[in-house]
């Protein structure tokens, strides 16, 4: 590994990484599978285990909402818009308690919900080529419209599900 002043370069990367983000809030949910933030602003879009009657939705495991805190901090629900061209969230039973899982807005980025070997519910994404729990998604826009944005890059955090060190990786749309 090349180093940088004393400092390896993973961990200045990861240093610059955390910090554009720093003062975003963090959304904490009993049921929050992981959470999805944009640079444009700190309204958090947050993604959580759907129960029905105490056992999950399996028509439609996961809940999408947003928790507004550039207004007080409350939770809204997506708007028509919101749930059917950006943040909505497909799924597909695959077995009891799997799912296959994307953002309407994201079909080539396939997820699996399942349970874990805690038998926790985590949702599982590809980071780094490896299986990882995924943590958190980041958005860089850097202009565009409304209905296309300049996406720069999307930023995945997540876990190694063995050993629950930290990974991340950016992806260039």
Same mark, same amino acid.
């Given at each position: 590994?090349?180093?940088?002043? !004393?400092? %390896?370069?993973?961990?200045?990367?990861?240093?610059?990484?955390?910090?554009?983000?720093?003062?975003? &809030?963090? +959304?904490?949910?009993?049921?929050?599978?992981?959470?999805?933030?944009?640079?444009?602003?700190?309204?958090?879009?947050?993604?959580?285990?759907?129960?029905?009657?105490?056992?999950?939705?399996?028509?439609? +495991?996961? $809940?999408?909402?947003?928790?507004?805190?550039?207004?007080? %901090?409350?939770?809204?629900?997506?708007?028509?818009?919101?749930?059917?061209?950006?943040? %909505?969230?497909?799924?597909?039973?695959?077995?009891?308690?799997?799912? /296959?899982? $994307? =953002?309407?807005?994201?079909?080539?980025? +396939?997820?699996?919900?399942?349970? !874990?070997?805690?038998?926790?519910?985590?949702?599982?994404?590809?980071?780094?080529?490896?299986?990882?729990?995924? $943590?958190?998604? =980041?958005? /860089?826009?850097?202009?565009?419209?409304?209905?296309? &944005?300049?996406?720069?890059?999307?930023?995945?955090? !997540?876990?190694? &599900?063995?050993? %629950?060190?930290?990974?991340?990786?950016?992806?260039?749309?």
């Amino acid at each position: 590994m090349y180093r940088f002043m !004393g400092i %390896g370069v993973a961990l200045l990367l990861n240093i610059l990484l955390v910090n554009g983000q720093e003062k975003y &809030p963090v +959304p904490s949910s009993p049921n929050q599978l992981f959470y999805l933030q944009k640079n444009t602003n700190t309204n958090t879009i947050v993604c959580e285990l759907n129960y029905k009657n105490g056992v999950i939705d399996a028509s439609d +495991p996961v $809940h999408v909402f947003w928790m507004r805190y550039q207004e007080q %901090g409350q939770q809204k629900e997506l708007n028509y818009i919101q749930r059917t061209f950006a943040y %909505g969230m497909k799924s597909s039973q695959l077995a009891k308690d799997k799912f /296959k899982l $994307h =953002f309407v807005s994201l079909k080539k980025y +396939p997820m699996i919900l399942k349970r !874990g070997t805690n038998y926790k519910f985590n949702v599982y994404a590809t980071i780094n080529q490896k299986e990882a729990i995924l $943590h958190r998604i =980041f958005v /860089k826009i850097n202009g565009g419209t409304f209905w296309s &944005p300049n996406v720069e890059y999307i930023e995945l955090r !997540g876990s190694d &599900p063995v050993t %629950g060190t930290e990974t991340v990786e950016r992806l260039k749309i």
